[in-house]
């Protein structure tokens, strides 16, 4: 194996990333380290073609993992959107991997866009990569499942925002909704839904003790704020903005910001509400520890009047059968 002399130790921010997402033939332009003992030594250095016979010889040496150094972030990424739909397609490529990949580089746009969420290209590389994922919960067989077994339930807004929005995509086609732009706009809301909060301070968001009504009213602004960051950009369908000024409404009117009444609340409103909840009890945050799926299911519905009970049912039976028996 063409070990080249460079050691770097695992203590440096190094990435970790799969094997089967590299495409035989296609120039890499990131460098490719591997894990050997306590080292990460470099095995490849960038625009070296990546071929069948390099991916041979790693798969001959059980390696499945790579490592690329953490400054190389962005071009890794770079590579990866532009190949997503080839790896989805890639029948060679197990569906866990494909999910594992497609989860992975979702949260990495998705930190992009909170760092700068004006950004055009941000938006627009978001709207591409909810249409390839949109297509893999659609084609792949137990996609959902695949993806629920890579998610991460470490509350960062990234990792939830991803979480939202395969929640909502998972649950919209399981309640019969089948048309690709429906559920294009759909996820694409649902991935930027709290992207508003990015104007609210760490202080705030992540506070332990009660919000004061002025910074409670802040909170409540985070889904208009949503709304005009994105509309600024000029770049997401219309539909899609319900999922963010709408995703804490209420049924009984107890939501904000306006306070709607069920009957006004779009179903991308109502779904993402749903998915945004879920996924809030089910995380690990820095104020409280995650509940399991029954109990926070069982929370939801013990909220009356809040949720939509037709909903909420099909939700339980999405996340498992088993959790819907014991409501
Ligand atoms: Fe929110
Ligand atoms: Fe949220």
């Not at 470490?154 to 929640?167: G, I, M, R």
């Not at 950009?233 to 049924?251: G, K």
Request: net charge negative.
């Amino acid at each position: 194996m063409a070990i080249m002399n460079s050691k770097r130790t695992l203590t440096d921010k190094f990435l970790p990333i799969y094997l089967e997402a590299l495409r035989i033939d296609s120039v890499i332009d990131f460098d490719l380290y591997l894990s050997i003992g306590h080292d990460l030594v470099l095995y490849r250095a960038a625009d070296l073609p990546f071929t069948e016979k390099t991916r041979a010889t790693l798969l001959d040496n059980n390696i499945k993992q790579l490592f690329i150094p953490g400054g190389e972030r962005s071009r890794y990424q770079t590579y990866i959107e532009s190949n997503i739909n080839q790896i989805i397609e890639d029948r060679e490529i197990p569906e866990t991997t494909k999910a594992g990949i497609v989860y992975d580089s979702t949260k990495l746009l998705v930190k992009d866009v909170l760092d700068n969420p004006t950004l055009s290209d941000n938006i627009r590389r978001s709207k591409d990569l909810v249409e390839s994922s949109v297509n893999f919960v659609i084609k792949g067989q137990d996609a959902f499942h695949n993806l629920l077994m890579v998610m991460s339930f470490d509350y960062y807004t990234y990792t939830h925002s991803v979480n939202v929005c395969t929640f909502a995509v998972a649950f919209a086609r399981h309640l019969g909704y089948s048309d690709e732009d429906f559920l294009i706009n759909l996820g694409t809301g649902a991935l930027l839904h709290d992207v508003g909060k990015t104007k609210i301070s760490d202080r705030i968001l992540n506070k332990r003790s009660r919000l004061s009504p002025l910074e409670l009213e802040l909170i409540r602004k985070h889904p208009q704020w949503g709304v005009d960051l994105i509309r600024d950009t000029n770049l997401v369908h219309d539909s899609s903005y319900y999922a963010i000024l709408q995703h804490h409404e209420r049924d009984d009117q107890s939501g904000y910001p306006a306070g709607l009444r069920g009957e006004d609340i779009h179903i991308y409103g109502k779904i993402t509400g749903i998915a945004d909840s879920f996924d809030a009890m089910t995380t690990r945050r820095v104020y409280q520890n995650a509940v399991e799926t029954y109990p926070a299911l069982k929370a939801l519905f013990e909220r009356e009047n809040a949720f939509d009970r037709n909903l909420l049912e099909q939700f339980a039976l999405l996340m498992g059968p088993r959790e819907m028996a014991q409501l």
